[in-house]
């Protein structure tokens, strides 16, 4: 069992920059390697759509939509998950989850199949 909690959200201006942090807690205590770990956003009316994942190894995949702009990171003393955002734009609006996968199954980092936990969300709102 693991408990995801996002925080970091906000209300920023086009060009503007946030951090977004999620806290994992393993009712375990320990993160066994293999997982993955992930960004999803979903806007009103829109599918939910992976940002940025990254594995135990490090290794990272980005949307097309976001590259260049965000990063997404991890503190493995901490536990804990991070998606720095940089020149954030209006369509970046919408309520981003983090996620956590025990393993991955092969259907693709940023496919939210893949996934057996999630946070509650952070609200990020761009304002033009």
């Known amino acids: 069992q693991v408990q995801l909690v996002e925080s970091g959200g906000g209300s920023v201006q086009s060009g503007g920059s946030l951090r977004l942090s999620c806290a994992a807690f393993?009712?375990?205590?320990?993160?066994?390697?293999?997982?993955?770990m992930a960004w999803f956003r979903q806007a009103p009316g829109k599918d939910r759509e992976g940002v940025a994942a990254?594995?135990?190894?490090?290794?990272?995949t980005y949307a097309s939509s976001v590259k260049g702009r965000f990063t997404i990171s991890q503190d493995n003393a901490k536990n804990t998950l991070y998606l720095q955002m940089n020149s954030l734009k209006p369509e970046d609006t919408a309520m981003y989850y983090c996620?956590?996968?025990?393993?991955?199954?092969?259907?693709?980092?940023?496919?939210?199949?893949?996934?057996?936990?999630w946070g509650q969300g952070t609200q990020v709102t761009v304002s033009s």
């Open positions: 996620a956590f996968a025990t393993y991955y199954r092969g259907g693709g980092y940023l496919s939210d199949y893949e996934y057996d936990y």
């Open positions: 393993a009712a375990s205590g320990y993160f066994y390697s293999g997982y993955v």
């Open positions: 990254i594995d135990s190894e490090g290794s990272t």
